[in-house]
């Protein structure tokens, strides 16, 4: 989807602070947040690519204004609802209780975690069909427009660039993050001269990217 | 119209309340969440990624075997699990420079680095590193010089890509600990380079 997570080449975004005693939490919610995030995936029966949707589901503002492990939280959130593990509000009644309100919870909706085949742990699979691109093929990134998860950033398409190394076949995320099946496909690594992605006056540099084979077409 | 979120009780109450739900309902312990917090916080972290370093300046062989590869050579020193399933170690040297970002989320190598730092997830760096990074490593202390070619790596898929530095001149006299103590999380992203004891 054409979301606020799709940031390759968006601009307006200031300057890069690097602090190199960044801890790993700030904060000890934070750290919280992140194991919830972790387990979230499992307690709501989804998975990893879900998970990331999550997060690109998010309102923009929720997004950016949360930060990043307050993004975790409300995506861990979104999951368990979706599952039927949490009640639509049921957070936001427990929080007001914490803080001393009297809100009523919401009652306990059916558990309706998704049904679909796993190939197995993890996201690589060995899969039989032969790869369709050679290292040194021309390629374009198709020019597609999904509605749902995809991890081709809109940066990319519809440009030209030359395959230049094989990857292990994984589950392709625009399924799995929608429950339908794993699709297993060939990944490859695909590089683009700046050029070709931002313009004549770009100054010359490479970008390397990893692409699902039905994400290109040879040109 | 566009709906605007309402404003909620601040995160630090939501996560206790999330928790806390989910623990009335024996879904989780606050044991195992203070688990996977202390393994993040001082199992896994950029001293595992260092070690690698420092293994491949100065043993050859072990170098060869992790630039082909990466996955079973950091194995190898007992480094791997989630966002470490398909390792790629990329060099840095004098006449090339590589440097890692994901776009589209957060993903790195966990295993090696652990979580990763705020700059690595920021709005400015995801945005800006890949339209124009000489511009973004010089604002973050590293001046490239013009002859320098410069890739970067946008992690979209499952491969996890880890940069193996340049040694610097001047520590040829270190063993793999001290070289270890050198390697920084920022090097191994591929925003700074490493530097020879004062």
Redesign the interface.
Known sequence: MDGI???????G????????D?P??A???E??????G??AGG?SGTNLDAF?HG?ERL?P??Y?Q?????RW?AC??LL?VDSG??AQG???A??????GEDVEEPAQPEVNKPEYERGGG???RDIDDPPKFEVGDSVRARDVHVGGHT???A?IRGRAGTISAI??A?VLPDATAHFTGEEPQH?Y?VSFE?TE??GAE??P????????ETYMEKR | MTAIPQKRPPAPIRTEALEALLTDRGLVTAEAIDGLINRFVNDVGPMNGAKVVAKAWTDPEYKARLMADGTAAVGELGFAGPQGEHIVVVENDEKAHNVVVCTLCSCYPWPLLGLPPNWYKDPAYRSRIVREPRAVLAEMGLELDQDVAITVWDSSAENRYFILPQRPDGTDGLGEDELAALVTREAMVGVAKVHAPA
């Open positions: 997570h799709d940031m390759g080449g968006t601009q975004w200031g300057t890069v602070e690097l602090d190199p960044d790993v939490f904060n000890d919610w750290g919280r947040a992140f194991a919830l972790a387990m307690l990331r997060l309102h503002l929720t950016l949360d930060g990043y492990y307050g939280l861990a959130e368990l593990v949490l049921a957070v936001d427990r929080a007001r209780r914490l803080m993890g996201s690589l991890r081709m950033p940066y990857r292990p994984a990944v690594t700046s992605l931002w770009a100054e540099t490479t970008l390397n990217i990893d692409l699902f």
